[in-house]
């Protein structure tokens, strides 16, 4: 049975930055059957954190099914908790950009006995990760200007300072935004 972790970012803003995601298959045994990470969006005000989470979960679930994996049970984990309880029917779909990724997803999810799962962001590591590296490759691979017109909402040199100090090492590109809330956690603990 697979077991899939997805999860997206928009940095170094949402909305409006990079949309990102990543995604890992394990199989039963627990070993990583795949993995993949990309461009959910381009920077435009419809770039949010959910576009790319919802990117991340349909990425996933079409490599599933193009890999003979329909149907058979599932388990899919994932730290966003709109996206879930959305697909789940907790939560209804307000927004408009978001209603053609819900139906792709509800879509994709029948072709699976599939149970979808909340996990915190600490249990979703690895697909973290891989969202982060395409951001990185992203920018890394963009004209100048635009990360320049991105700068502005990278945590800056005392932010970086401060994560260091703690025993954090920053990321390329890290957002202000995502300083803050580690430097909070850090220090709460």
Not at 53 to 69: C, D, Q, S
Not at 75 to 93: F, N, T, W
Not at 96 to 108: I, S, T, V
Request: proline fraction near 5%; include cysteine.
């Amino acid at each position: 049975m697979p077991v899939v972790y997805f999860d997206g970012a928009c940095e170094p803003r949402n909305p409006g930055g990079v949309g990102t995601y990543g995604f890992v298959v394990y199989g039963g045994n627990g070993n990583v059957v795949h993995e993949d990470y990309g461009i959910a969006c381009e920077p435009s005000p419809n770039c949010t954190n959910n576009v790319a989470e919802y990117t991340g979960l349909i990425r996933a679930l079409e490599w599933l099914v193009g890999h003979g994996f329909s149907n058979s049970r599932l388990i899919v984990h994932g730290d966003s908790q709109l996206v879930i309880r959305q697909l789940m029917g907790v939560y209804s779909v307000r927004a408009e950009h978001l209603k053609p990724l819900h139906n792709k997803a509800l879509e994709l999810l029948r072709n699976f006995d599939a149970k979808l799962e909340w996990v915190p962001r600490e249990e979703n590591a690895r697909a973290d990760e891989l969202s982060k590296k395409a951001y990185i490759e992203y920018l890394d691979n963009h004209p100048p200007e635009l990360v320049e017109a991105l700068s502005q909402y990278f945590a800056t040199e005392k932010q970086l300072a401060s994560l260091k100090e703690l025993g954090i090492e920053p990321y390329k590109y890290m957002s202000k935004m995502e300083a803050n809330r580690l430097i909070r956690k850090l220090l709460k603990s």
